[in-house]
């Protein structure tokens, strides 16, 4: 059973539209004269007053109101980092040290980065190919925990999550599901039964590649899991900017018809790159926003297509407005799995005829 939704607006459970969600939630209460956006709130300290710390590494009026938003939208408490990456490293932490993880063999690499220093101070990590349903369903026995990505950073494989996390779940695993590439408009990990959502917030729900931020999200239930990550950010300190959070729930408010577009554009893009002649793989899910191809030969060929877009830009990141092209396999540190040839796409919100018309002639001009 596909876990996603089939439009990229379901309904909260029992409530409105996450459409409308994501305009509505964290929100200034209505008042006469009350602003109808958070301020921006700029203070390291607050006032003596008896039922908190009142220090800002531990709180902020403009954190409160984009995780009230987009706990909302994922149906579980929201927290903010000063990354994905500060809320990955968080959301590991609380994972049981002590027994194995279950992780996927290629997940974004900088997660990897960081299985692979979890494998070095002792821990146990068990790659499985995360599209692979049988094979993760055997690596969960004695373990303490999944990490979930799906679809996956760049090879764009999709996990079962509608089965994988009542069978993690069954044998008392925690699980962690990173669901940036989907975002809580097309897959709502936590409503599966996940014990954790994470996002780089860099991406789609910030939306204009112009800030970086991480969100950590914990099932509504599980309020001591709540309190372990809010613990982690309050002493470790990777506290978002009231800034860049002011900017992120910004963005936030037109997720619904950003992502509606760029899906529908990456649906295009993906059905007309399936037949040209430069074009050996396209992998794509059949929903979503990113895709990713495999360019007829080797790097050069690659890196030609992303030297001669005009309208790309050949950069890293993802989930902005505007289209991105990028070879991941530039990186040292990305998988060998990911072939030399791979070009990752973020899909933005332009006119589909002109992207099309950029990439098809890059194609054409750099693989001849
Ligand atoms: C970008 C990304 C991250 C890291 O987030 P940052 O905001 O760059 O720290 C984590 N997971 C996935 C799937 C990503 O695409």
């Not at 002792?122 to 999944?146: P, Q």
């Not at 044998?171 to 975002?183: K, Q, W």
């Not at 989930?319 to 899909?347: A, C, H, N, T």
Request: hydrophobic share 45%; proline share 7%.
């Amino acid at each position: 059973m596909d876990s996603r939704a089939d439009s990229p607006a379901p309904a909260a459970p029992g409530g409105r539209s996450l459409a409308t969600v994501v305009v509505s939630a964290g929100r200034p209460a209505a008042a006469p004269g009350a602003p109808v956006n958070v301020p921006i709130e700029l203070s390291s300290t607050y006032a003596v007053r008896p039922d908190a710390i009142g220090y800002g590494r531990a709180e902020n009026a403009t954190w409160t109101a984009f995780e009230d938003a987009l706990g909302a939208l994922e149906g579980g408490r929201a927290l903010v980092f000063a990354s994905g990456m500060a809320a990955i490293d968080a959301a590991l932490r609380i994972a049981p040290a002590q027994l194995p993880l279950v992780a996927p063999t290629t997940p974004y690499n900088t997660t990897s980065a960081l299985l692979e220093e979890r494998t070095a101070a002792g821990g146990t990590v068990r790659r499985v190919a995360i599209d692979d349903t049988a094979a993760v369903i055997a690596a969960l026995d004695g373990a303490g925990a999944i990490w979930l990505e799906s679809p996956t950073n760049p090879l764009m494989q999709v996990a079962d999550l509608a089965t994988i996390i009542p069978a993690a779940k069954a044998r008392g695993l925690m699980v962690i599901c990173d669901n940036t590439f989907a975002t809580p408009l097309l897959q709502r990990p936590l409503g599966l039964g996940a014990d954790l959502v994470v996002h780089s917030v860099t991406k789609y729900l910030s939306g204009h590649s112009d800030v970086l931020l991480g969100a950590v999200v914990s099932a509504a239930a599980a309020t001591d899991l709540h309190e372990q990550v809010l613990t982690h950010r309050t002493r470790r300190g990777a506290i978002a900017g009231p800034m860049e959070t002011w900017l992120a729930l910004r963005g936030l408010r037109t997720l619904d018809v950003r992502l509606r577009r760029a899906c529908d554009n990456a649906a295009y893009l993906a059905q007309r790159l399936a037949d040209h002649p430069a074009v050996c793989r396209v992998r794509y899910p059949g929903w979503g926003a990113m895709l990713a191809i495999d360019v007829v030969g080797g790097q050069p060929e690659a890196d030609r297509v992303v030297a001669a877009t005009r309208l790309w830009l050949g950069a890293t990141s993802l989930g902005g407005v505007e289209s991105l092209i990028e070879r991941r396999r530039r990186y040292p540190g990305e998988s060998d799995l990911v072939p030399e040839s791979l070009l990752r796409l973020s899909v933005g919100i332009e006119d589909p005829a002109d992207l099309w018309a950029d990439l098809d002639s890059a194609l054409l001009a750099a693989v001849s």
